[in-house]
């Protein structure tokens, strides 16, 4: 009951003190996803910084679409915000600030550059709070999906053969793509929907309509916010049940439906280009983990590690004898901690992070994973293109990344699944968009 007197309230008609006095509409609820609610008010302006940026990108995008891609952007990021509050995962100003800075820097911009072309409009402090959320659900997405991930030693060889084998020079395919959602094992009424929607899909494309208006009105991907531009996606990181299709496609060609775990795929080849293939840079690492539990806080893992760092830095043991000795991570501990040569992109995002802000012998202050806390020393920094370790960690790398990709829409899928999704926007029910989960509210009991 709750929930449902906070939905009714939500809309509010101040009753004039005079009779003939104006009513005021406040603010209403476009979408209840669990027990949260999403605003009419949040969704106008999602709708509106899609449009927005699509401008920027000399997309067109027609209103309607840009706000159903609005609200599956808004679903999904609640979804998530949602499970990582539940974990407790937080993000502090402090972090915001070197968060901030390390986006902006690899984007060759400042913060305020970035915050504007995200949140262009907004106060300083609301952009601040887009940027947050976004960077939040960002890194647990990558958490959360990387412990899905598996890769054996002869995937990694046999691609790193192949790389080998190509030499320098690698096409990249600038692609856009439609995802109708579609479960690994539907009902029949479910199967039948995503076909209908499929085939209204090929008919508007058909009759001349824009790729970026059509993935908008109808794709469920992330990328529908932006048209559906993927952008210039190298060969290795195509995913391996389009690459055929894809290599044998011409510029302009338009590709499926084609069915994956999480739905119909149709992918569009705007252009081909053939690039230098960028140089490994690998990172020389070992770490000191400290796992908290009931009976060791955040507090004490941070303080204990401080201590460990300042009696390393004394000289009063090194590095791998405080490892050997303190780490509880099983697979380095043995090896004083030592992690080997490897590519930021197969470590937790926030270990990655740190680990790549450091100098060569410098070791980090405690930092916070989805493992627990660390120190990281960083004992070397390598770039090149030929060794047979170079081809073997960009292997992983790109093999880490395409599974990245397939797990991170199974991992977003069960999430739905698992959700209550009730829309009340009128302008996407009068419009007919179907994006309700009906899983029983428990506020609602």
């Given at each position: ?17 005079q ?20 605003l ?5 302006a ?20 840009a ?15 949602q ?37 262009a ?111 210039y ?34 992918m ?51 590095f ?10 099983t ?38 994973s989805?493992?627990g806390?660390?120190?990281?020393l ?29 797990q ?38």
């Amino acid at each position: 009951m709750k929930l449902r007197q906070l939905i009714s309230g939500l809309t509010v008609t101040l009753a004039a003190m005079q009779v003939n006095a104006a009513p005021v509409v406040l603010d209403s609820t476009a979408a209840v996803v669990n027990n949260d609610i999403i605003l009419e008010s949040e969704l106008n302006a999602a709708q509106q910084r899609i449009i927005a940026n699509a401008g920027r990108q000399k997309i067109a995008l027609d209103p309607l679409g840009a706000r159903k891609a609005a609200m599956e952007h808004l679903i999904t990021n609640t979804l998530v915000l949602q499970m990582a509050k539940e974990r407790g995962i937080e993000l502090t100003d402090m972090q915001l600030d070197q968060a901030l800075a390390d986006t902006a820097a690899k984007n060759n911009t400042t913060p305020e550059q970035l915050l504007n072309g995200m949140a262009a409009g907004m106060s300083p402090a609301a952009q601040r709070d887009v940027f947050r959320n976004e960077y939040m659900i960002n890194e647990f997405r990558r958490s959360g999906v990387r412990s899905r991930i598996s890769i054996s030693d002869a995937e990694v060889n046999s691609l790193a053969q192949q790389l080998k084998k190509r030499g320098s020079i690698e096409p990249r395919y600038h692609l856009g793509q439609i995802l109708i959602p579609l479960s690994a094992n539907p009902t029949e009424a479910q199967y039948n929907q995503a076909q209908a929607q499929a085939q209204e899909v090929k008919k508007a494309l058909n009759s001349g309509a824009s790729f970026a208006s059509v993935a908008a009105r109808y794709s469920a991907d992330a990328s529908a916010s932006k048209g559906g531009d993927l952008g210039y996606v190298p060969e290795t990181r195509v995913p391996m049940g389009f690459l055929p299709a894809v290599v044998k496609a011409k510029p302009g060609t338009l590709i499926g439906p084609m069915r994956s775990p999480i739905g119909l795929h149709f992918m569009k080849v705007f252009d081909v280009s053939n690039d230098a293939v960028e140089p490994i840079t690998t990172y020389d690492a070992a770490h000191i983990l400290l796992k908290t539990s009931i009976i060791l806080s955040d507090d004490a893992a941070r303080d204990q590690l401080l201590k460990i760092k300042q009696n390393i830095l004394n000289g009063e043991y090194s590095f791998a004898d405080a490892a050997r000795k303190y780490s509880e991570d099983t697979g380095s501990a043995g090896k004083g901690g030592d992690l080997g040569y490897n590519v930021p992109g197969i470590f937790d995002p926030a270990f990655a992070r740190a680990m790549v802000n450091l100098q060569k012998g410098q070791i980090s202050d405690p930092i916070r994973s989805s493992f627990g806390w660390h120190i990281i020393l960083l004992k070397d920094v390598k770039t090149d293109t030929g060794s047979d370790a170079a081809y073997k960690s960009r292997a992983r790398e790109i093999l880490f990344e395409r599974e990245f990709q397939e797990q991170s829409g199974l991992w977003e899928q069960q999430l739905r699944d698992n959700a209550y999704i009730h829309i009340t926007d009128p302008k996407l029910l009068e419009a007919g968009f179907n994006m309700e989960h009906q899983k029983e509210n428990p506020s609602s009991k």
